[in-house]
Nanobody
Framework: VRLVDSGGGLVQPGGSLRLSCAAS????????VGWFRQAPGKEREFVSAINWSGDYTLYTDSVKGRFTISRDNAKNTVYLQMNSLKPEDTAVYFC??????????????????WGQGTQVTVSS
C-alpha cells in the first residue's frame, strides 16, 4: 500500500493543523495506522495510532487532549487533527500502516508502509 501524508505547514503556537494520510494501491480497511514524528537530531517517536475500525485509539502523553486521530475507510484516509500546537510539536510527521493489532502500534518497526513525511513547524 502506498501512503501520502499531507497537511503540514507553519503555524503559530496555539494554532491548529489537520494532517491527512491517503492510501492507494489497496484498501487499508484492515490496517492499523499510526502517526510518528521526528524532530532534528532526535529519534522518531510515536504520536498516535488507530485500529482498523476507528473505535480504538492510542496517544502519547504529550499530545493527549490536543490531538485527535480519526479515519474514513470509505476514503481510504486517516487524519490527525492537531490543536493547541506548541513549539515542541515541531517535527516531520509520518503516517504508517500495517495489518496488525493496534496493540503493536507504538513500535515503528511493526509498520511496513510509510508516507514520505510532512513538515509541521510551530513558531511565532
Amino acid at each position: 500500500v502506498r501512503l501520502v501524508d499531507s497537511g503540514g505547514g507553519l503555524v503559530q503556537p496555539g494554532g491548529s493543523l489537520r494532517l491527512s494520510c491517503a492510501a492507494s494501491g489497496r484498501t487499508i480497511t484492515n490496517y492499523a495506522v499510526g502517526w510518528f514524528r521526528q524532530a532534528p537530531g532526535k529519534e522518531r517517536e510515536f504520536v498516535s495510532a488507530i485500529n482498523w475500525s476507528g473505535d480504538y485509539t492510542l496517544y502519547t502523553d504529550s499530545v493527549k487532549g490536543r490531538f485527535t486521530i480519526s479515519r474514513d475507510n470509505a476514503k481510504n484516509t486517516v487524519y490527525l487533527q492537531m490543536n493547541s500546537l506548541k513549539p515542541e510539536d515541531t517535527a516531520v510527521y509520518f503516517c504508517a500502516a500495517a495489518r496488525m493489532s493496534i496493540k503493536y502500534g507504538l513500535d515503528p518497526h511493526n509498520y511496513d508502509s510509510w508516507g514520505q513525511g510532512t513538515q509541521v513547524t510551530v513558531s511565532s
